[in-house]
């Protein structure tokens, strides 16, 4: 039987693991799955909403880290979480996705000898500038078994020289997370509650620090966004980052005196409500490209990159950036596309059956 920590730390790690560990729970004569929670994101809102509504058990071990810069954050992952490997000798530590608490539970785990898993692995932005490039490169250099949703990262992995029995194609696990809790949305009220119900509308999600920490790229982009909610409202579920940044620019009257709805951050199945229904998607989140894709729905991505070129190759992804003419004329095309255009398909091993194949691989 073998023993795996599974490690979340921060909001886009609830939904990966969910379905890995609950996979993992349905095969107990194999596995023993523990969940340790860094606590990166600690919010009720960023963290707690998440286990409820994916029906994942309270971690067996929180860690507590919280906020601090990215060396304070990341060396306290690593403090508080070797004494919990040297205590429970895993025979696996199964990490996803690219944040701070990725790269510093593979990290430690590296030095003491012990198995990691990277779920997400072999995704490249080319972009070093942002802090979960690093992650990633970083992560993959060293973890064990690099198990891709695409096979973009394949293709990555194996430009960086990462050996080729290590790379395993598994597919994407959020679909898993997706697929599953669909029907469960539905009964969420939030649609009703924001006044939206059968209106179109766009959901906007805006966090990454090359955008809201510089004062002008956030005020190009959020005049943009003023002109886009001219033709129809935009819900705008905002990340504490986010806040707090727009109090610090004063910008909340520019954002009150249009149709932007700016709301607290909601949790898995009020959120999944929202963009499901949604006419359109602006964001500069990882998973929410994916998301989309997987449902069909027209993405417009406000950065210059992306380390997930399959949405855009296959999906509904269209990269934008940040100059507020473009995404603009962007948000107008996308609005007039007729059905027939709006063509797009869902790429492999998308399929809801991610988490039995990283079992199997775990075992093999
Ligand atoms: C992290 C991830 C990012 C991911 C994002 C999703 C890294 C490097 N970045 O970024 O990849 O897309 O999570 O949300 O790991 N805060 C709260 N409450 C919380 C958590 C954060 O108020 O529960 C505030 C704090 O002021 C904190 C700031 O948000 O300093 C940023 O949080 P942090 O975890 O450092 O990074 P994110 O921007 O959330």
Known sequence: MLKVLNIVGARPNFMKVAPIYAEMKRRPAEFDPMIVHTGQHYDAAMSDAFFDDLGMPKPDVYLGVGSGSHAVQTARVMTEFEPVVLREKPDWVLVVGDVNSTIACTLVCSKLGIKVAHVEAGLRSGDRSMPEEINRIL???????LLTPSQDGDANLAREGIAKDKIRFV??????????????????????????????????????PSNVDDQATFAGILGALISISEKLPIV????????????????????????????????????????????????????????????????LT????????IT?????????????????????????????EKDSSTPPLWDGKTAGRICDELLR
Do not use: W
Request: one cysteine or more; hydrophobic letters at 40%.
């Open 139 to 145: 992560t993959d250099s060293i973890a064990d078994m």
């Open 171 to 208: 597919g994407n696990v959020m679909i898993d997370s997706l697929f599953e809790h669909l029907k469960f949305a539905e009964s969420s009220t939030v649609r009703s509650d924001l006044g939206i119900d059968g209106l179109d509308y766009a959901v906007l999600t805006l966090h990454r």
């Open 236 to 299: 705008f579920p905002a990340h504490p980052r986010t806040r707090a940044k727009i109090a610090e620019f004063g910008f909340e009257e520019r954002i009150a005196s249009a149709d932007i709805r700016l709301i607290e951050p909601l949790g898995y199945l009020d959120f999944m409500r929202l963009y499901s229904g949604a006419r359109l998607v602006l964001t500069d989140s990882g998973g929410l490209q994916e998301e989309t894709t997987a449902l069909h729905i027209p993405c």
């Open 302 to 309: 406000l950065r210059e990159n992306t380390e997930r070129p």
């Open 312 to 340: 855009i190759e296959m999906g509904t992804n269209v990269l934008v950036g940040t100059d507020p003419k473009k995404i603009v004329t962007a948000a107008i095309d996308a609005l007039a596309a007729t059905e027939a």
